[in-house]
């Protein structure tokens, strides 16, 4: 059960477009369609923001994208604004289990 | 609304045991599976565990097989996290979740989590 692997930190400037990357193996990312995002700013519980590799629950602004290629899922967000700022984590079923990237950090600059 | 709320959460001894509980509202408990996630300290998400909808199959991590166990009772609408033997490195926000993708892993809600710091 090893992590996803994320990028530590990623930052852009308000209205700008960034992606946070997720890879994982055949066994997690590339074998289901089962990726999620989830958003978490300090001290609060995390919520999601893309399940199924790109949906979008409601009440999620459409700013936040979600797409998959391999063993690799990526999370792109356009138009940053700052409430955007937060601590970002990919998570993908693997049989019977669930597993989550490392994290990251997303500062607007 | 949809609601989760954990508590049970405190200061423990290594070795003791801790029972977390998780009470749900809002919706139809006994139609989701549910999980426990965790977060140690300035750390990242860990999955912990997972019940099917109506308890007939739990899965671990391999970090608490044997040592941690999930349950649930329908009719209280309530998820258990029964801890055992516990060790320095189980200090960490404790977090029940819905599974809404039916056992996939797509989680909402979160509750607010429970901290429980295991330190003698």
């Avoid at chain 1, 979008?56 to 690799?72: D, E, I």
């Avoid at chain 1, 049989?95 to 989550?100: A, D, E, H, I, S």
């Avoid at chain 2, 909808?53 to 991590?61: I, L, M």
Wanted: charged content about 15%.
């Amino acid at each position: 059960q090893s992590a996803l692997t994320q990028p530590a930190s990623v930052s852009g400037s308000p209205g700008q477009s960034i992606t946070i990357s997720c890879t994982g193996t055949s066994s997690d990312v590339g074998g289901y369609n089962y990726v999620s995002w989830y958003q978490q700013h300090p001290g609060k519980a995390p919520k999601v923001m893309i399940y199924e590799v790109s949906n979008r629950p409601p009440g999620v602004a459409n700013r936040f994208s979600g797409s998959k290629s391999g063993n690799t899922a990526s999370l792109t967000i356009s138009g940053l604004q700052a409430e955007d700022e937060a601590d970002y984590y990919c998570s993908s079923y693997t049989y019977n289990n669930t597993v989550f990237g490392g994290g990251t950090k997303l500062t607007v600059l | 609304q949809v609601q989760l709320v954990e508590s049970g959460g405190g200061v423990v001894q290594p070795g003791r045991s801790l029972r977390l509980s998780c009470v749900a509202s809002g919706f139809t408990f006994n139609n989701y599976a549910m999980h426990w996630v965790r977060q140690a300290p300035g750390k990242g998400l860990e999955w912990v565990a997972a019940i099917w909808y109506d308890g007939s199959n739990k899965n671990y991590a391999d970090s608490v097989k044997g040592r941690l166990s999930i349950s649930r009772d329908n009719s209280k609408n309530t998820l258990y996290l029964q801890m055992n033997s516990l060790r320095v490195e189980d200090t960490a926000v404790y977090y029940c979740a819905r599974d809404r993708g039916g056992y996939t892993g797509w989680f909402d809600p979160w509750g607010q989590g429970t901290l429980v710091t295991v330190s003698s």
